[in-house]
């Protein structure tokens, strides 16, 4: 793509406004970009709303389900992408997530990620067991575990949709404000460089219209820098035009009377 999209959205702007979303909804989001980057702000804080506990303070802070965290998303990425629609995906670690894709110029921008979310009530035993696993304080797990909302699937959708509509028109704007600015910048090249044009030819106009320095015998033309040239090669050099030559009249009497 020709632009990333940091380069098309207000990431400030669009904190704001996910997290507003979220503290209507209680839908945890965030976007990442084509190469599995989580978008930041200036200030170099995540551009995500709502992320649980059980996945900043846990499931991200341990070497095995943290890889399994990473295999997720890829999962979650690559169905998105050739489905070029959302998906739901239960993670590796028991939670679900779901992504819609971001398309900026008929081009994946960005996917837009939402969770962690249940949609039914969670088995408490299998995460007790894979707190053991993990060696986590299964008691602080818990709590983190009963932090994450349950949702029914249309709410997710629709959540889901609205998010990526809202972030696909931002980073639109982006784009089409991105293309007037280069646009801008192109002209303003262009007009520098015939500016230069125009400059140089006026400047070749003034020499050729002052006195040329030219041989009363063979008529070579002397140029600035001391050399002599033919006039034929010093008029193309300096009006960038080409010679034809030929014969006029009186010549053709004197040099070819059988003619």
Known sequence: MKYHISELINAEKLQHLMQRFYEITHIPCTIIDPDGNILKTNDNIMLAAGWK????????????????????????????????????????????????????????????????????????????????????????????????????????RQGLLFLGDLAELIALMGFKEKELLDLKSELEQRVETRTLELKKAFDEIKTLRGILPICSFCKKVRNDKGYWEQIDVYIHKHMQTDISHSVCPECIKKHYPEY
């Open 53 to 156: 506990n059980i996945c900043l303070n846990f499931h991200r802070k341990h070497p095995e389900s943290l890889a399994r965290c990473i295999e997720s998303d890829t999962i979650l990425s690559k169905q998105i992408i050739e489905n070029k629609q959302y998906s739901l995906y239960k993670c590796r670690n028991g939670l679900i997530d779901g992504a819609i894709p971001i398309y900026v110029a008929q081009e994946h921008a960005a996917s837009l990620f939402i969770g962690q979310f249940f949609l039914e009530p969670p088995d408490t035993d299998h995460f007790r067991r894979q707190a053991a696993d993990y060696g986590y304080d299964i008691e602080k797990y818990l709590d983190a575990l009963r932090e994450v909302p349950v949702f029914d699937e249309k709410t997710v």
